[in-house]
């Protein structure tokens, strides 16, 4: 059975897992570490004592000369060593040596050793006067300066002891050597070693509940903003456009909470625009449609004669329609990526002579100036597509045949700057309200609504205009001439200039 796991828990794992394996390893390094800086300190401790003994052998040597006193004497060599009388422990027949015999007590008398047990004189101390510690007798044995033993050895050869000098004179007589051991044998030392590794795992366990207890806390600390973002998905899938999330900190999270209310304040105001857009679309045909049925309804019942003037009104309100349904196809087709046109180098200056030669005649007979470039070949470059610039232009056009007040003036100016064609119309007026002006190319918005029907506006052509110059990554704004009049600026970035917005080509 698959389990699934929440983020939260996995990232609780993540933590607690990070936090198990870091912890063992350090526990088994240190616990590495300690053992092998241990076993470095037994063997150092053990040379410096090894370094004792060879100067109390030195000391033997030079009495006779050879090693016969000691090798020929199995007391003196355990004397020599450090041991107590008796023998040693785990010595017997197959020691280092055979079991020494008893030595009678001294004359003049004394109390008689316990039986098995033989009296000696103590061991001469080395120079410095500090006698040498003891070794065990499986541990020590006694080289030539062949190194060939002279003791019982185990292993038989030098190469598996850990060899000091013994010099006289300066000349080295023999070697005295320790066995070599991989691990401390020495009850003691393992004795230390054990209570060395109990320590390490009691400190591995409360480190082990730590790391629990911090993974716990630093998880939901880390995980609520998450949880914060996740309710506010929720919210937003409920359309409840009012929800925000807290910004509490300045990091990635904190960040994405600022993302979030910026994106749902984005939607609330769609949303608003939406429904004005469905209530201005409503608005917009059902006001010819109710002029149409209402004539056509007064005709039927002989209220009104069908007459060549009504008619005529008829086909007005009929047209008005068609231009709105129109309209609003067009916006779609432009705001649509699949049927976006590609874009393709395009002179916005020739397109714009061509288009003023349609207009000038209906410009002349409305007393309305021209006064813009006159006709010439070539100009700047810019992407785009020729029949959508030139219903950009128609557009601005018909919007100054309706609305300028006759006699008037219309100017075309153009510049480049910043990689970028700026081109202007400037009417003489009337002008627009400042607080019209960030509304103008809104759909289905218009300034006085009574002149605007009766001009026979859409109140969409200033919109089609905006989406189509934002279709060629440029921008478009109003703002009100100094002779009071309206100028409208369209920018486009030149050919081979960055567009800004600009969307990815479709595969």
Known sequence: MRMHLKFRHKVFLAFLLYSIVLVISVLLIGRYFSTRTFEKYTVKVAMERLNQLASVLAVEYGKSGSWKNV?????????????????????????????????????????????????????????????????????????????????????????????????????????????????????????????????????????????????????????????????????????????????????????????????????????????????????????????????????????????????????????????????LHDLSLIESWTSRSELTPVIPLEVLNSTLKVYRGRLEDREIRLEAPGPGDGGPVVLGDADRMRQLYSNLLENTLRYVNVPGVLRITHKIESERLSLTFEDSGPGVPEESLLRLFDRLYRVDKARSRKHGGSGLGLAICKSIVESFGGGIEASNAPGAGLRITVTFPLAGAKMPGQAPERG
């Open 71 to 327: 090798t020929g004497n199995p007391v003196r060599w355990l004397d020599l060593r450090g041991f107590m009388p008796g023998p040693p422990p785990g010595m017997g027949g197959d020691g280092f040596f055979p079991p020494p015999p008893p030595v009678p007590p001294p004359s003049g008398g004394g109390p008689s050793p316990p039986p098995g047990q033989m009296i000696h004189p103590p061991p001469a101390p080395p120079p410095g006067g500090q006698p040498a510690p003891p070794f065990h007798p499986s541990y020590v044995t006694l080289f030539d300066a062949d190194k060939n033993p002279l003791t019982r050895a185990d292993p038989p050869t030098a190469e598996g002891y850990r060899l000091c000098p013994v010099k006289v004179d300066g000349k080295t007589v023999g070697w005295l050597g320790i066995r070599k051991i991989k691990h401390p044998e020495h009850p003691l030392d393992v004795e230390f070693l054990k209570s060395l590794s109990r320590s390490f795992y009691a400190v591995g366990g409360v480190a082990l509940a730590l790391a629990l207890l911090v993974t716990f806390v630093v998880s939901r600390l880390l995980l609520s903003p998450v949880r914060e973002l996740a309710e506010g998905t929720r919210a937003l899938s409920a359309r409840r456009f009012d929800t925000r999330l807290a910004v509490k900190s300045r990091d990635e999270f904190g960040q994405l909470a600022a993302d979030f209310n910026s994106m749902v304040q984005a939607l609330e105001r769609h949303e608003q625009m939406r429904q004005q857009w469905i209530t201005d679309i409503s608005h917009e045909l059902r006001t010819p449609l109710a002029i149409l049925r209402g004539e056509i309804e007064a005709m039927q019942d002989g209220v009104r004669e069908l007459t060549e003037e009504a008619l005529e009104s008829l086909h007005f309100e009929v047209l008005h329609v068609i231009r709105i349904v129109l309209d």
